[in-house]
């Protein structure tokens, strides 16, 4: 099934997703964002609909504690230092790696993990196989972007190597793939998602889902090679399987896929892979 895809295309798919996902990477906090600015706009709308002397009290108290208990959470997954806060770059490799893989691990499993509400249905709608592949391929870019491979051409033949188990050529722009459209592509799927994530409109979790969606939407012509991607252990995909109940089966398993994609991406950067010579 492997085979079916070409070289060529998917280099194209891949190099289109990898410079999506470097202006993604950039700032985590424009799609995940605090919420604060959204929940004070989003309260003054409520107060404003509510009218009713007095009412505006209790909304504006309710509102208070949804807001703190938000931030609450958010600054405990985000911690003291996180991308772009100072001393980042002084930690130690793997720490932020492990953020990456903690932190937006956790948000791009969950919306990964959406679809599991249906249990076994779910493997008929090649979403679901999008939204996984969009977020390991997160984890790839991100381990190696932190390692120090800062070229989004470089993550190329990565992805294809873990995601796919393909061993892409290294080097040179992919067949039928007009110079600088790549980037342009990306540089529109960020103004997009820049529009998504403007305050008031939407949580954290379906900014994430917005991300994962137009980062799936360059992979969407290698659905063939879905199945192909890193997976959890037989269990949680087992517990996936069933309605309902599936959707912590299918985090799980998505949870434990991000790790494996990011082992294996600092395995081969530690032994020099840059893809099929």
């Known amino acids: ?14 190099t289109r997703y990898a410079g999506l996902a470097s202006l993604a990477l950039r700032d985590p906090q ?3 964002g605090d919420d ?34 938000r931030e609450e959470l958010a600054d405990r997954l985000r911690g003291e230092v996180h991308p772009g806060s100072p001393g980042w770059s002084s930690r130690p490799v793997q720490e932020r790696v492990d953020w990456w893989l903690g932190v937006v691990g956790t948000y791009t499993s969950a919306v990964a993990a959406t679809p599991r509400f249906l249990g076994v249905v779910a493997d008929r709608f090649p979403v679901q196989g999008a939204f996984a592949v969009a977020s390991q391929g997160l984890a790839v870019c991100a381990t190696a972007h932190e390692h120090g491979t800062r070229d989004p051409g470089a993550w190329v033949p990565l992805l294809g190597r873990v995601l796919f188990d393909r061993d892409l050529p290294a080097g040179g722009a992919p067949a039928g793939l007009p110079a600088g ?62 309605p309902v109940v599936g959707v912590l089966g299918g985090f799980l398993d998505e949870k434990e896929a991000l790790r494996r994609a990011s082992a294996e991406t600092g395995e081969l950067l530690a032994a020099g892979y840059a893809g099929r010579r």
């Not at 099934?1 to 891949?14: G, Y």
């Not at 403007?198 to 659905?223: E, H, I, N, S």
């Open 181 to 242: 459209s790549a980037r342009e592509e990306a540089e529109a799927g960020a103004r997009e998602m820049g529009e998504e994530t403007g305050v008031a409109r939407r949580g954290p979790l379906r900014r994430t889902a917005g991300m994962l969606w137009r980062l799936g939407r360059t992979l969407w012509g290698l659905q063939s090679l879905f199945d192909d991607r890193p997976r959890g252990k037989w269990r949680y995909r087992a517990l996936g399987k069933l």
């Open 1 to 14: 099934m492997a085979e079916a895809v070409p070289d060529d295309l998917l280099r194209a798919a891949l």
């Open 30 to 32: 424009a799609w995940l």
């Open 36 to 69: 604060d600015e959204a929940g004070d706009q989003a309260g003054d709308q409520a107060g404003d609909q509510a009218g009713a002397p007095g009412a505006g009290d209790a909304h504006e108290d309710d509102r208070g504690l949804l807001r703190r208990a």
